[in-house]
């Protein structure tokens, strides 16, 4: 795989591969701890998945900045390892026990994903732009894509294990490892990417990094906290204060990205308009995508079948793999409704002990009060997409080699308007799931999420890393960064839309009902980008790219 590429490419791959198992170990844990009564914060669905929202948010927010700050100041390669030992720090911090240094740690997480992620795809861009690579970038995406993914999937049976047998702040130093060890990964390959660490000059007409400070990053303070304060119907606008005030601190740089639009000069604009538009498309993309730390995650503990026994059951006790529930015979008699009604210091009752998972478990009848019962834990279910990122990324791969080398491959554009398609076929299948359970009234195999995850994900692999391929192929040499930073904003905002989307969980009796919104969603964004393939392929020719 590695021979006809560039050496730079698996000191990138492994960098990648371990900085995303620290972030999807954390973020695959992160709604779960959030909602522990014991050993969490013993908040709600809507609480847990607007604070998950709003966090993915920020942290894909700050690379607009990270990638302006490397292009002009920093270089590549200082922005990275910066980046990394932040976010290092804050996982390891996140098990402490207290909501302030939670904050502090989602904090340091947020800034050094903006130093870190935009710079890194970036760099790789820059090792791809050789006459002899160039041809190759779509390709080199995709296998640096499965980095990514085999972090993501790993690093689930490491938090599992972790926090089920020592505790929520094992699994959080394991992520904050893996960090630091990415960050020495990327230090090791240095000499092979160092020549392709160029900052960008500076153009008549850019803004420094003071003006941008002056006149995007202070409104954007100043709009969150508007957003935060100001009262809607329900005390707020949207599903919390944090979402107002993320919302409304997009206002400025989304003026920003206008502007910036606006001033560019004949040549660059054409470029800059297509990026842009395919930018705010891919936002309903992240939306529904994004949900699996949110609803697909609620999907798996509450309606999916964990139950688990025999030889199975004790290969996955071994690898601490599962936990041991006790039923409890008022876990069976409460109905969604009441089961939601039922407080204990205004939060739901989610006491140590009391598990909703026999509300719907088809073997409840044949179990005595007190019985124990092992089931796998949820956060395993974040491993499924990982695993077919892995799978399908070299028949993906190679599917394009043979239509490039027959003359029919597609264009970057229109590989991520079927991306879009494909992907709204994947929320079709939950439908099926809640029509199998009759809307949750009984829990469904697991395997209704495999194939869910199975096919949004050759859709994830038609539209990420080609989202990635294009900004690198489209982008004005001086501000390559800066629009990968808005490739980024475009997955913030929808990842917060996510988060919003995902908080409304509990308000639908019918669960078909909310996938059925998610694949309208998805189905408007990849009509609405197959009518734009015309103009954007006609500026990718004019560019000479593909």
């Excluded at 919390?240 to 400025?252: E, K, M, Y």
């Excluded at 308009?273 to 609620?298: H, R």
């Excluded at 709204?424 to 195999?445: D, R």
């Excluded at 995902?502 to 059925?516: C, H, I, R, T, V």
Aim: with cysteine.
């Amino acid at each position: 795989m590695w021979k006809q590429h560039p050496k730079a490419l698996p000191f990138l791959f492994f960098s990648e591969m371990w900085e995303r198992f620290g972030y999807y170990l954390m973020i695959g844990i992160f709604t779960l701890y959030l909602k522990d009564a014991a050993g969490g914060f013993n908040m709600d669905e809507k609480e847990s998945a607007s604070l998950y929202g709003t966090f993915i948010a920020l942290v894909f927010f700050t690379p607009f900045l990270g990638g302006l700050i490397a292009d002009r100041y920093l270089g590549y390669r200082r922005s990275i390892i910066l980046g990394g030992l932040l976010m290092g720090v804050g996982y390891c911090t996140m098990g402490v026990h207290n909501l302030n240094m939670l904050y502090l740690s989602m904090t340091l997480v947020i800034i050094g994903n903006g130093f870190f992620k935009p710079n890194i795809s970036t760099l790789l861009g820059n090792v791809y732009s050789t006459p002899e690579h160039r041809l190759q970038k779509d390709e080199g995406y995709n296998i640096f894509y499965m980095g990514i993914n085999i972090g993501a999937f790993v690093c689930n049976f490491f938090g599992a294990a972790l926090y089920t047998t020592i505790g929520w702040s094992a699994a959080f130093i394991a992520a904050g490892v893996g960090m630091f060890i990415g960050v020495a990964t990327f230090i090791l390959g240095t000499r092979h990417y160092k020549a392709f660490d160029v900052k960008k000059a500076t153009q008549p007409g850019d803004m420094s990094l003071w003006k941008i400070m002056l006149f995007v990053l202070l409104p954007c303070m100043v709009f969150g906290i508007i957003g935060w304060f100001i009262k809607g119907t329900d005390d707020f606008i949207f599903d919390s204060n944090s979402t107002d005030a993320f919302i409304f601190a997009c206002i400025p740089v989304l003026v920003f990205y206008a502007v910036l639009l606006i001033k560019s000069n004949r040549d660059e604009r054409p470029s800059i308009s297509a990026m842009l538009a395919i930018f705010t498309v891919v936002i309903l993309f992240w939306a529904i995508f994004k949900q699996n730390g949110t609803a697909l995650n609620t999907w798996a503990a509450r309606y999916t079948e964990r139950h688990v026994s025999g030889t199975t059951g004790g290969v996955l006790s071994t690898l601490k793999q599962t936990k041991t529930i006790t039923f409890r015979l008022d876990s069976v008699i409460q109905t969604d409704e009441q089961f939601r009604k039922i407080k204990v210091n205004d939060k739901p009752f989610t006491a140590p002990g009391y598990d909703d998972y026999f509300k719907n478990f088809r073997g409840r009848t044949e179990l005595k009060e007190g019985t124990a019962i092992k089931v796998w834990v949820p956060s395993l279910s974040q491993s499924i997409n990982p695993f077919w990122v892995i799978v399908f990324t070299p028949l993906v791969v190679a599917f394009f080699t043979f239509l490039r080398r027959k003359g029919k491959e597609p264009g970057t554009p229109a590989k991520i308007a079927w991306g879009l398609l494909i992907s709204a076929l994947s929320v079709l299948v939950m439908i099926g799931a809640v029509k199998a359970g009759t809307n949750g009234a009984e829990k469904v195999s697991v395997w209704w999420l495999v194939a869910s995850y199975g096919v949004v994900t050759i859709g994830e692999l038609f539209l990420s890393p080609m989202g990635l391929s294009l900004v690198s192929k489209l982008s004005p040499p001086r501000m390559t960064s800066l629009m990968m930073g808005g490739w980024f904003l475009s997955t913030s905002i929808g990842n917060k839309l996510s988060g919003i989307l995902a908080s409304q969980w509990d308000g639908y009796d019918n669960k078909a009902d909310y996938f059925l919104l998610n694949f309208v969603l998805l189905s408007i964004a990849a009509i609405f980008l197959f009518l734009l393939l015309k103009w954007l392929n006609r500026i990718m020719k004019q560019q000479g790219v593909r």
